[in-house]
Structures are given as structure tokens and as C-alpha cells.
């Protein structure tokens, strides 16, 4: 009988990266401006991180955040699976692999139909690009609704908040490109 490897969970990783790096909870919230709270649910597996702030996180403890999404255990089906980490309510997968240290990331991202990412939405530094591959999203870009349909894009100010959701009846794929100075 072979011996099933455990998939080590990301929020372990970003724990153990923060330790091994002598990093402080009170240094890592001022640096991601994520709070201590926030950061404690990530690292203990009850909050998984957003995108955005998998590359915040990521920047601040200068890893690649490929490093943080694929698992380094497991047979080769159970990272592949693994390679697609799901949200809440999406799952992402990156495309731009060996990207450590550049400030250009880009996603594959699959929406369940009829979902919305809990929070009060997502805000980082940079610049976001959007292109629906399938479905239908809503992008609100701080008051103002994006109806994003198959071929439509969105490029707009990470800076300002901002969230996603699918308002359609079955999942939508998006590619999404992230550039955080």
C-alpha cells in the first residue's frame, strides 16, 4: 500500500515562510496592510487569500507566488489538482509560472455561477486587466458596475476597492492579469 503524502496548505506555507523570515504579524499587517487578524484566519486555514493578496503576501515575504498556490507533496494527479486553488467562491490558476519578482501576474479564473467573493472587496496597488472567456460577471470598481460578458474586458486601478461576481446561471472563466508595482 503506498503511503498517501499530505498536500501542505498554503496557509501553513505563508506561516512558515513568515517565521522562517523572523517577521512579525505586526510587520507582516503593515507591510500587506491586511490586519493581524486577517492574516492569523490565512495562515490557519480559515480564510483563503484573494489574488491580490496571495501577491501582497507573496511580495512581502519576496516569494514567488506560484511558490504559495502549487503544493510541493503529494503524487503528481494530487498536485496537478492542487495546482488550482479554490476560493470561497473561485478558483485560480497561474499562468505566468517563474514569475518571481516580476510585478506581471496573470490568472485563470473560474467563478461558480451565481456567486459573489465574500468580503468588502479587494484593493491593491497596481493595475488590473479582466477578460471574460465564458459566462457573465459583474466588476464593481468602486460605485461604479461592470457588465462583463464572453470577449468583453475591464482594465481599471486596483487601488480602488473593488469585487467580483457571477451574476449568471452557470460558471463564468475569466483571464486576469495583475500588475503590482
Known amino acids: ?3 498517501k503524502k499530505e498536500i501542505t496548505p498554503i496557509g501553513t506555507r505563508i506561516r512558515r515562510a513568515r517565521l ?3 517577521m512579525s504579524l505586526d510587520t507582516m ?3 500587506t496592510g491586511l490586519s493581524k487578524a486577517a492574516i ?3 495562515e490557519g486555514g480559515d480564510k483563503r487569500p484573494s489574488v491580490g493578496n496571495l501577491l501582497l503576501i507573496s511580495r512581502t515575504l519576496q516569494l514567488d507566488s506560484e511558490f504559495l498556490l502549487k503544493e510541493q507533496e503529494g503524487t503528481l494527479e494530487e498536485r496537478s489538482q492542487a495546482y488550482t486553488k479554490r476560493t470561497d467562491n473561485y478558483a485560480y490558476t497561474p499562468l505566468t509560472p517563474g514569475a518571481e519578482n516580476k510585478h506581471l501576474k496573470a ?3 473560474v467563478v461558480d455561477a ?3 467573493h465574500d468580503g468588502v472587496g479587494f484593493h491593491h496597488e497596481g493595475e488590473e486587466f479582466v477578460y471574460v472567456l465564458e459566462g457573465r ?3 464593481q470598481v468602486g460605485d461604479h458596475v461592470n457588465v462583463l ?3 468583453d474586458s475591464l482594465h481599471f486601478n486596483s487601488g480602488v476597492k473593488h469585487d467580483l461576481r457571477n451574476t449568471g446561471d452557470v460558471d463564468a472563466e475569466l483571464i486576469v492579469v495583475v500588475y503590482a508595482p
Open 137 to 139: 460577471v459583474e466588476v
Open 107 to 109: 490568472f485563470r479564473i
Open 114 to 116: 451565481n456567486t459573489r
Open 20 to 22: 522562517d523570515k523572523k
Open 40 to 42: 492569523k484566519q490565512i
Open 1 to 3: 500500500m503506498v503511503k
Open 29 to 31: 499587517a503593515n507591510e
Open 149 to 151: 460578458e464572453p470577449g
